[in-house]
């Protein structure tokens, strides 16, 4: 399994873009980009999935350049409810079924 | 279609006691998994069950056994809980197919044991 890193936390203002990025150097040919969200006392939610290059979604996009060894969300205009933590998650999808969480990037939006 | 569903919600144990997590899920879904999560911290994977009628050790298995009753039910048993075992434990399901990594998670057991 890919190891990620990712930064410990980040701080925004309402209304800017919020791009948080994510470093997964070994990430393995068959292996996809996962992005989930979680509020305190709640389980993670999934936000977005990519391979490569650009995926957009209602809530967020998630850029992958062309060696993958990274990849960014993208929040546009966050507001107060998107102070969250954030998890990238590289998984293999072929019988990939064990997971790994890291420690996530906790975003805190200030008004 | 309640998703994934846990009980109990809190539960409150001495050092030695046992209990049974349960997990349900009415989504259809092949795979199950139990997680725990430390204050502050991300989720460590226990044990995942990628179909019915299997089980495999996550990172932290060390003194829990599951057992994949069903297709729906993942249940997660503490045989002598330990104060280090005191955490959120969450189950989540997925669907087995290729493009497709996305979990859905309960609403988490939170256990303390003192």
């Known amino acids: 399994l890919a190891k990620t890193t990712q930064p410990i936390s980040m701080d925004s203002y309402e209304g800017q873009e919020v791009n948080i990025t994510c470093s997964h150097n070994?990430?393995?040919?068959?292996?996809?980009i996962t992005w989930y969200q979680q509020f305190p006392s709640q389980g993670p939610r999934f936000i977005i999935q990519?391979?490569?290059t650009k995926v957009t979604n209602e809530v967020a996009s998630l850029f992958i350049p062309a060696d993958r060894k990274s990849s960014t969300l993208s929040l546009p205009r966050v507001s107060l409810s998107d102070t969250a933590v954030y998890y990238c998650?590289?998984?293999?999808?072929?019988?990939?079924?064990?997971?790994?969480f890291g420690a996530g990037t906790r975003l805190f939006v200030k008004a | 279609n309640a998703g994934v569903t846990q009980t109990p919600k809190f539960q409150v144990l001495k050092t030695g006691q046992s209990m049974t997590l349960q997990c349900a899920q009415d989504?259809?879904?092949?795979?199950m998994y139990w997680y725990r999560q430390d204050p502050g911290m991300g989720l460590r994977l226990i044990y995942y069950?990628?179909?019915?009628?299997?089980?495999d050790k996550g990172e932290v298995p060390n003194g829990y056994n599951v057992s994949r009753l069903n297709k729906r039910e993942f249940s997660l048993r503490l045989e002598s809980a330990a104060p280090s075992q005191t955490s959120v434990y969450f189950c989540?399901?997925?669907?087995?197919?290729?493009?497709?990594?996305?979990?859905?998670f309960g609403p988490g057991t939170r256990l303390t044991v003192t």
């Open positions: 990519g391979y490569k």
């Open positions: 998650l590289v998984g293999d999808m072929i019988g990939g079924f064990k997971t790994i």
């Open positions: 070994n990430i393995a040919t068959n292996d996809y």
């Open positions: 989504m259809n879904h092949n795979s």
């Open positions: 069950s990628a179909s019915e009628g299997t089980t």
């Open positions: 989540a399901s997925r669907d087995f197919g290729l493009s497709d990594y996305e979990q859905y």
